[in-house]
């Protein structure tokens, strides 16, 4: 049974008050993602990413299409006891202090006693909140809140959790640390769901990933299969070497590019023999500085998909199976 | 996926909307049965507990701030309401208690609330049960009225009314009339109204003729129906004069009265059974004036009576 | 179920109670301690009429205030500032978040009017202590009356109406809007009995059939407004209260019924 389905998921809104008109949010998205994955719902500001995870969260109602999370409609109450929600900048009670609200929300989840408290303390412990979970919720900084917001999604010890741009608003420590808690979630046996416009993260953490563009799933799949991970060229940085000696190379050398204090990065095409030119160039007196393999990111990818998007025509790659 | 659960969980649709409107409509109908309910068990008289906190007119146009005007119409339909009130309660006691209060503060308040004085004066002389039958305090009203605004020739002229048809001071009533007359701006009839009220002061014509003046001068439709109705009232009293004429042929003809129209009718010296001006039929009554009288039923009722009975021979 | 409204419940009384409205009691009671002292200067023997008059009648405006004010952003705030979207996504259906904000509500204004209640009674009978003249003075009703238990518990019933209609307004329309419509509901309905007597004043049969209908659809307050026969000891017979607070709690109900149903069907873009 998958973790989260969605079947020609459409919403549109109405947009004006004297003749409103339609405007579409989210068109025909179909998705599926299986349990225990790390799912990467990424997409360009305003794509629909956020409007997705309020239609999963029955925030919002759906004009067409159907939506089952593990196996259940998304208002059920049997499954909000199994899943969690982090909304995007979320916002608590000012009033209320961050061990009070996770208090408050685990008492709604039928915890009690001492193993409610038990539960907070180590919950709050987790996401790095100190000594600041007694003051009151309106002196928090956005970093604190964001990660208050963290720790309420997994205070029921969900099987999924729903993260939507969970990065925001964090340093990149508490970048790293929720990096580090989104693995550690799926090494637990939990699914994690979380929409980001930030690649790399993507790149660190998915197993799969789908690209929403302007209400549209552009692509969706494994990220292995979506970027093929192949080497696309080399690039070669070396010292004591001049552009002329790479010239014999013909068409094996793309670039040669000088930097500064005499090194040149030299780009190699991806069929070329990066030790057999090196070694020539060392040969000649050069040093070695690095030499990388260059594949394709994620941003490559993701930029091409939104320029076609744009364009209107079909992009290059076609959808991969996943 | 569970249909059942699927619409249970998702988005209320025209079913979840109907059936929360029939429910909240089965709440209001029994809100609504248990007022009825209380409607008729417990009779709170308003009439009784009514309290006016504030007398004195001038605390209250000090409180009333810039919306002295305003307050002066919710006094207004407080007094309004209290007379009504009083009027149509079940009690017997019909106490009043607050009217003239009410209407000193309407227009303290506003001192030219030209239908408050002319209004509440005949409130205030109407004869109880129908009114507190306090014709002095309509003067008074009045009075305070003129000195308000000296123009006010209607004034003036209501006061020589009350002074005409319910104290039966043609003296008072001619002066006011007469002062009324010399207000600028005021109909040319008063000075000659003046004049009849003194000399032939308490008849019917002289009587038909002011309320007419009245009834076809005034603008205030509240005004103009009480001089219709007292119009009415004298046409009442000059059909009662024939009817009594009939009664007295037929129990010196019969050596009895009648005891109902039907006799009457029977001899064909009536037509039909005989009614009021306001369609209710008139009543033998042989303790009244003449034996005829108007039904209790009537609107005319009670006829005034200082026009007394018969006056000359049947025609 | 219960348990969660009652969290939701709770969790309103206790963020009222962070945002300092019960200190509204400070001000009743000082309201009520300078009266019952300048009020034996100022006046000739209606001390302990004016002394109730007051108590009942700023109970009953304080406590407006605070289910106007607080009522017309129970929803409203929450969806403004995105916290509703936490709470919704837990085990809970709207419409038990619904129910927990009446009812958190409903239990600031009972401690509201309990506290008044009991500072009213206080000074009453400091005064009857302090001043046994007052007490033979007052023939009406006795100084420390039971009976105006009951008009408190129809201020309560008026004021969880009022309440209803405010939290309705607050599921769909702004503050502003919400505490306009719901102080207009309230004043028209302190009115509501005139609509029924409009047949004798009206010509138009349709009018006055518009009026009839008005007369039961809107919130009839009046009757819910015994503080002057109370304070003159006039008897209010325990069914009576009985049969308007059944009004007033069922007519709540009714309205909390549509608040849910505006709610349940909200999108929260």
Redesign the interface.
Known sequence: MAAIETENLTKD?RIGFWRPQPYRALDGVTLHVEANEVFGFLGPNGAGKTTTL?LL?????PTAGRISILGRPPGD??L??R?G?L?E?????D??SAEELLM??A????LRGPGRQAKVSALLDQVGIGGERRLPLRKYSKGMLQRV?LA?ALVNDPEIVFLDEPMSGLDPLGRRAVRALILELRDRGCTVFFSSHILSDAEALCSRVGILVGGQLMAAGRLSDILAFQVTGWELVMSGVTPSMFAVHGEQVRHVTAIADGRFTIELAAHAEPDRIMAAARAQGGQLVSLNPLRTTLEDYFVEQVRARQAGVPARRAMPEG | MNVAAARRAG??GWV??AA??S???V??I???G??T??QR??T?STAG???LYLRSGAAASRLALAYAALTADVYWIRAI?HYGDTRRSASPDKPYALLAPLLDLTTTLDSRFTVAYRFGAIFLAEPYPDGPGRPDLAIALLKKGLAAEPEKWVYAQDAGFVYYWWLHDYKNAAAWFDRASSIAGAPWWLRSMAATTLTQGGDRRSSRQLWRQLYETAEDTWVKNNARLKLAQLDALDDIDSLAGLVRRFTLATGRPPSAWSDLVALRWLPGIPTDPAGEPYQLDLSAPGGVTVSRRSPLFPLPSQFGSTTGPPS | MA??IG?IAY?VF??SV??RVLYNLVLFAILLISASYLVGQLTAGQDIKIIKDLGLAASSVFGLFIAVFIGVGLVWKEVE???V?????????RQHFIAGKFLGLALTLAVNIAVMATALYAVLAFMAWSQPELAKASVEAPVVDPNLMKAFALIYVQLLLVTAIALFFSTFSSPMLSAAMTVGLYVVGHFNA?LAHFETVVKSGAVAGLARALY??LP?LA?FD?K??VV?G?PI?A??VL??S???L??A???V??A??VF??R???
């Open positions: 809104y309020k969260m029955q925030l919002v109602f109450l049997d909000r006891r899943i929600y909304p900048s979320p916002y608590f009670y009033s209320l408050y929300f008492g709604l989840f039928g917001g309420q | 988005r209320p979840g909307i929360t409107l429910l909240s409509a709440l209001l029994a809100a609504l248990l007022q309910v209380r068990r417990y709170v507990t009514e309290v309401q | 348990r969660v969290l969790h206790k963020e962070r945002d500032r995105r916290s979207y936490n709470l919704l996504v837990k085990p809970l259906r005139d039961y659809l009839n009757p015994i002057a026969a003159h006039q017979a069914g009576y049969l308007t059944g009004y007033g069922l007519y109900a009714a309205v019924g549509l849910m149903i349940a069907r999108d929260f873009k």
